[in-house]
């Protein structure tokens, strides 16, 4: 982990649930669904989609949750450029209107795959949902439906989200620090 560390919290955890109950508040009548199907991407999305889920809970939406895990970052902060699913969902969301979660829309390249494999396996819609938006790095054209915060281009961890696999653990996010010769954030 070293040596890198972490410095400024960017959001407290107040602050992000705070922002995920008006996110909910502002989706959750576009989710009505006899099929709604959650799909989170792995990891990065795991401590978002749990928090959305049971705000989801108190609007009545009772979706099915599945999970899918694709990899496209080495152990840095930068994309290999591709995007490979390493474990697929398990549900079949044929006729489904899912509801696509991921922790941060970057590059475009992740939630692109991940829309395009669910719109291939013959759901009915797909509808995106990230905690974080850095618009400045984007290379493949998307937008998700909803975004709870869009930042500048600077690397964070928490909530879910890692450095190196650390990190996924803080309850708030944080920008990481690099030393000069590292990242090119
Ligand atoms: P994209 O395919 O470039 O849009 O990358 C999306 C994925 O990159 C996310 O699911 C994250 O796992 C990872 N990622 C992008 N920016 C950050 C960051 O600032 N911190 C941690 N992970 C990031
Ligand atoms: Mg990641």
Redesign the pocket.
Same mark, same amino acid.
């Given at each position: 982990m070293d040596p890198h560390h972490i410095r400024d919290i960017v959001y407290t955890d107040a602050q992000i649930s705070r922002r995920v109950d008006e996110m909910v508040d502002a989706m959750a009548d576009h989710c009505r669904s006899d099929n709604l199907v959650m799909i989170g991407?792995l990891r990065?999305?795991f401590m978002f989609l749990a928090d959305l889920v049971r705000d989801l809970y108190e609007h009545n939406l009772h979706p099915r949750i599945d999970f899918i895990t694709?990899e496209?970052?080495g152990s840095g902060?930068e994309?290999s450029g591709s995007?490979k699913i390493t474990k697929d969902i398990t549900v079949d969301v044929a006729g489904a209107d899912i509801l696509l979660i991921?922790?941060?829309?970057?590059?475009?390249?992740? &939630?692109t /795959?991940a829309k395009d494999h669910l719109t291939q396996l013959g759901a009915r819609s797909v509808k995106t949902c990230t905690l974080?938006d850095?618009p400045s790095?984007r290379?493949v054209p998307i937008e998700a439906d909803h975004v709870g915060f869009t930042i500048e281009d600077?690397?964070?961890?928490g909530y879910g &989200?890692? /450095?190196d696999s650390y990190y996924r653990e803080l309850p708030y996010l944080a920008k990481?620090t690099f030393t000069p010769d590292q990242s090119n954030h």
């Amino acid at each position: 982990m070293d040596p890198h560390h972490i410095r400024d919290i960017v959001y407290t955890d107040a602050q992000i649930s705070r922002r995920v109950d008006e996110m909910v508040d502002a989706m959750a009548d576009h989710c009505r669904s006899d099929n709604l199907v959650m799909i989170g991407i792995l990891r990065g999305s795991f401590m978002f989609l749990a928090d959305l889920v049971r705000d989801l809970y108190e609007h009545n939406l009772h979706p099915r949750i599945d999970f899918i895990t694709l990899e496209s970052y080495g152990s840095g902060t930068e994309s290999s450029g591709s995007v490979k699913i390493t474990k697929d969902i398990t549900v079949d969301v044929a006729g489904a209107d899912i509801l696509l979660i991921d922790d941060i829309l970057d590059t475009g390249r992740t &939630l692109t /795959y991940a829309k395009d494999h669910l719109t291939q396996l013959g759901a009915r819609s797909v509808k995106t949902c990230t905690l974080l938006d850095k618009p400045s790095r984007r290379i493949v054209p998307i937008e998700a439906d909803h975004v709870g915060f869009t930042i500048e281009d600077f690397f964070v961890v928490g909530y879910g &989200l890692d /450095y190196d696999s650390y990190y996924r653990e803080l309850p708030y996010l944080a920008k990481v620090t690099f030393t000069p010769d590292q990242s090119n954030h």
